[in-house]
């Protein structure tokens, strides 16, 4: 007997077929593994900022961190906890990988005390939503597109190098015009990578992960995204921000 249209097509009689059940599956699961990769970046973000505003309230600590060798300590810490996170995620467990992620953002937090004291705060909350806005659309665009970004990928890195070797260039130079082209420049190339790294992070997903293997995907998925936006934040802020 052969088979009408309505039997062919599952979702003619209000039932799935298999392959759109297998797709909802795989929608489903995406979606919760690309919640836990913002949730856990938003958690970090916050323990950051909450960290930076504690301690530049506290004179004692920030003279006691940044008037003393302690300082460099402070800000080649969070290199560390990434070098750590980065090259041996395969040999730590889940709730190490987490453990690592809250203890940088705490560490990142300390060492971005001194926007404080540098910035208004009135200046500092205004390009902290410009950046929140911007890096919301960065990534929507870039988990929504259907254009391959793979190809962006290396013009960014090779921009992000540059402006790594300009900003230590300038640390002895310590020229304003450097400094503004490297803010300018830091702006499109870490919004580009906003767009490319949750592309990127989404083709990461795979359905027969364990329960590990995604905590420990989107800790580090989460870290990827926290490292665009504290960068991105940072150099709106060199731009847009008002000075004590």
Do not use: C
């Amino acid at each position: 007997m052969a088979l009408g249209p309505n039997n062919r097509f599952g979702a003619r009689t209000g039932r799935m077929t298999h392959s759109q059940a297998y797709d909802a599956s795989i929608d489903m699961g995406l979606r919760k593994y690309m919640l836990g990769v913002y949730n856990y970046m938003t958690l970090g973000v916050a323990i950051t900022g909450l960290m930076a505003y504690v301690v530049s309230t506290q004179p004692q600590i920030m003279q006691a961190i940044f008037g003393t060798g302690l300082a460099w300590v402070v800000m080649l810490a969070p290199l560390a906890f990434v070098m750590v996170l980065s090259f041996g995620i395969n040999k730590l467990s889940a709730s190490a990988t987490q453990l690592l992620f809250w203890a940088f953002a705490s560490v990142m937090g300390i060492s971005l005390s001194t926007i404080f004291i540098a910035y208004t705060d009135a200046s500092i909350a205004r390009v902290f939503f410009i950046s929140a806005g911007a890096f919301a659309g960065l990534s929507l665009y870039g988990y929504t597109t259907k254009r391959d970004l793979t190809g962006f990928g290396s013009f960014l890195v090779m921009g992000l190098i540059g402006i790594v070797i300009a900003s230590i260039v300038n640390i002895f130079l310590g020229s304003s015009a450097l400094q503004f082209a490297i803010s300018v420049i830091g702006v499109l190339v870490f919004a580009g990578l906003t767009a490319y790294d949750t592309q990127r992070i989404k083709s990461l997903y795979y359905e027969g992960d364990s329960a590990e293997a995604m905590t420990k995907k989107s800790v580090m998925g989460a870290l990827t995204l926290y490292l665009d936006f504290i960068n991105l934040f940072m150099m709106l802020l060199h731009l847009f921000g008002n000075r004590e």
